[in-house]
Nanobody, 122 residues
Framework: VQLQASGGGVALAGASLRLSCVAS????????MGWFRQAPGKEREFVAV????????YYADSVKGRFTISKDNAKSTVYLQMNSLEPEDTAVYYCAATYGVLKSVESAYSYWGQGTLVTVSS
């Protein structure tokens, strides 16, 4: 499975960006899709995850109410809508796939995209 993330860029604080992650190579049937991020000098951290059906989502407290994860199985694409961006959201964002129950642990994810950089300026 190959995951290709895109949509990163430079934004002002308070603005919005939407990240996309397209899966190719094999079906992701049954896989839950997550987003992680890694800020400069910090560990990679969980952002959000969505179930295969799209019916369940789970967010990190730091983004709850500002970010929305969604997916389009027909397009093999998962999205991360980021609103009310803050400078603290500056990071490389990664999409990843995991099987089974929704997880926020990095080690539980089997497939990873290459990352897309989001820079938020104040």
């Amino acid at each position: 499975v190959q995951l290709q993330a895109s949509g990163g860029g430079v934004a002002l604080a308070g603005a919005s960006l939407r990240l996309s992650c397209v899966a190719s190579g094999r079906t992701l049937s049954g896989y839950n899709m997550g987003w992680f991020r890694q800020a400069p000098g910090k560990e990679r951290e969980f952002v959000a995850v969505i179930s295969w059906s799209g019916g369940r989502t789970y967010y990190a407290d730091s983004v709850k109410g500002r970010f929305t994860i969604s997916k389009d199985n027909a397009k093999s694409t998962v999205y991360l809508q980021m609103n009310s961006l803050e400078p603290e959201d500056t990071a490389v964002y990664y999409c990843a796939a995991t099987y089974g129950v929704l997880k926020s642990v990095e080690s539980a994810y089997s497939y990873w995209g290459q990352g897309t950089l989001v820079t938020v300026s104040s």
